[in-house]
């Protein structure tokens, strides 16, 4: 059975950091396309960061400077590292697998999302 498990998630001042983690089960991480997306209260789910089945990473151009995706093949899982956080972060992260870079289907795995908020 295919699951995706976010963890990592909490309550964090404006700059300080945040390492997600999404644990896979039931496929292996390198042979899918691993993404984070996240979604603000009233706002459209976004495309954060991907990593290729190759390992090519790719960040959101507003994000690159702060985020940073890995993924432990070993392990089994992939991670969000997030610095320098702002309030505009604030939102639910969720990991997602899929089968193209980049590219979002139906046929995606979507895990159930753990709560970002950056408050002071």
């Known amino acids: 059975q295919v699951q995706l498990v976010e963890s990592g998630g909490g309550l964090v001042q404006p700059g300080g950091s945040l390492i997600l983690s999404c644990a896979a089960s039931?496929?292996?991480?390198?042979?899918?396309?691993m993404n984070w997306y996240r979604q603000a209260p009233g706002k459209e789910r976004e495309l954060v960061a991907a990593i290729s089945q190759s390992g090519q990473a790719s960040i959101d151009f507003t994000l690159k400077d702060r985020f940073a995706i890995t993924r432990d093949n070993d392990k089994n899982a992939v991670y969000l590292q997030m610095s320098s956080l702002k309030t505009e972060d604030t939102a639910v992260y969720y990991c997602n697998a899929g089968t193209l870079f980049l590219t979002r289907t139906s046929g995606d795995y979507w895990g159930q999302g753990t709560q970002v908020t950056v408050s002071s």
């Open positions: 039931g496929f292996t991480v390198e042979g899918y396309a």
